[in-house]
C-alpha cells in the first residue's frame, strides 16, 4: 500500500517570502502522479500542481514549483513570493496509474502573515 | 458552470435518519469518487466509480451506499446515521482513459450528525 508522509503540521511565511512544503511518499511501483492540491477556508479542495514520475523536469505553475526527487521519494512544494490569498491546507497526494484512487497525506496548514 | 457540484452544502440531522448527497460532474469524466475529510482535516477515499461501475470500496460501513446512474451522477446514501459519521464530504471526478488524473472537487457536503 501507498503512504504519503506530510510531516509538517502547520507552517507560517511573512507574506513575499519563499517557504517549502515537504512530502515524502512509500510505493514499490514506478509509474504514478503527484499532486499538491490547496484546501483555502472556504472548503474547497483545489488543485496547485502535477507531476508525472517518469519525468525528470520539476514541474512548476507560476509562483508554485515542485522538487521532485524520485529515487528519494520526494514532492516538496516551493511557493514563491507568498501572498496572503496562498493561506490555506495544503495536501500532497499520489496516485498509482493503476490503483485509480489518490492517497492523500494529512496535510500541512500554511498561514502567510502580512 | 460548475464543475463539480454536491447538494445539499450542509446537512444537519438526527442520529438515526436516512439520508442522501448527490453529486453531479459536467465534466464528461468517467470516474467519481467520494472522500471524507474528519475533524482533523485527515481525507480519505470511500468510493470510486469508474464508467458506473463500483471500482474501489475501502473500508466503509455497510451504512454507506453509493448510487450511480449515470457517469455524470454519483450519489451517495447513508443509512442509520451515527455521531461519527459528522464529517466533510467531498465528491470528485477524473478522467482516468486519458490519463488526467488530477481530481476535480465539489466544494464539499458538512454533515453533522446530532
Known amino acids: 500500500a501507498q503512504t504519503v508522509t506530510q510531516s509538517q503540521p502547520e507552517m507560517s511565511v511573512q507574506e513575499a517570502e519563499t517557504v517549502t512544503l515537504s512530502c515524502t511518499y512509500d510505493?514499490?511501483?514506478?509509474?504514478?502522479?503527484l499532486f499538491w492540491y490547496k484546501q483555502p477556508p472556504s472548503r474547497q479542495m483545489i488543485l496547485v500542481i502535477r507531476?508525472?514520475?517518469?519525468?525528470?523536469q520539476n514541474a512548476t505553475e507560476n509562483r508554485f514549483s515542485v522538487n521532485f526527487q524520485k529515487a528519494a521519494k520526494s514532492f516538496s512544494l516551493k511557493i514563491s513570493d507568498s501572498q496572503l490569498g496562498d493561506t490555506a491546507m495544503y495536501f500532497c497526494?499520489?496516485?498509482?496509474?493503476?490503483?485509480?484512487?489518490?492517497?492523500f497525506g494529512d496535510g500541512t496548514t500554511l498561514t502567510v502573515k502580512p | 458552470d460548475t464543475a463539480v457540484s454536491q447538494t445539499p452544502k450542509y446537512l444537519v440531522t438526527q442520529m438515526g435518519n436516512d439520508k442522501s448527497i448527490k453529486c453531479e460532474q459536467n465534466l464528461g469524466h468517467d470516474t467519481m469518487y467520494w472522500y471524507k475529510q474528519d475533524s482533523k482535516k485527515f481525507l480519505k477515499i470511500m468510493f470510486s466509480?469508474?464508467?458506473?461501475?463500483?471500482?474501489i470500496n475501502e473500508t466503509v460501513p455497510n451504512r454507506f451506499s453509493p448510487k450511480s446512474p449515470d457517469k455524470a451522477h454519483l450519489n451517495l446514501h447513508i443509512n442509520s446515521l451515527e455521531l461519527g459519521d459528522s464529517a466533510v464530504y467531498f465528491c470528485?471526478?477524473?478522467?482516468?482513459?486519458?490519463?488526467?488524473?488530477?481530481?476535480?472537487f465539489g466544494q464539499g457536503t458538512r454533515l453533522t450528525v446530532v
Open positions: 497526494a499520489f496516485e498509482n496509474t493503476n490503483a485509480g484512487k489518490s492517497t
Open positions: 507531476q508525472e514520475a517518469y519525468k525528470q
Open positions: 466509480y469508474n464508467n458506473k461501475e463500483l471500482i
Open positions: 510505493t514499490s511501483e514506478s509509474n504514478y502522479y
Open positions: 470528485a471526478s477524473s478522467q482516468k482513459r486519458t490519463g488526467d488524473t488530477e481530481a476535480f
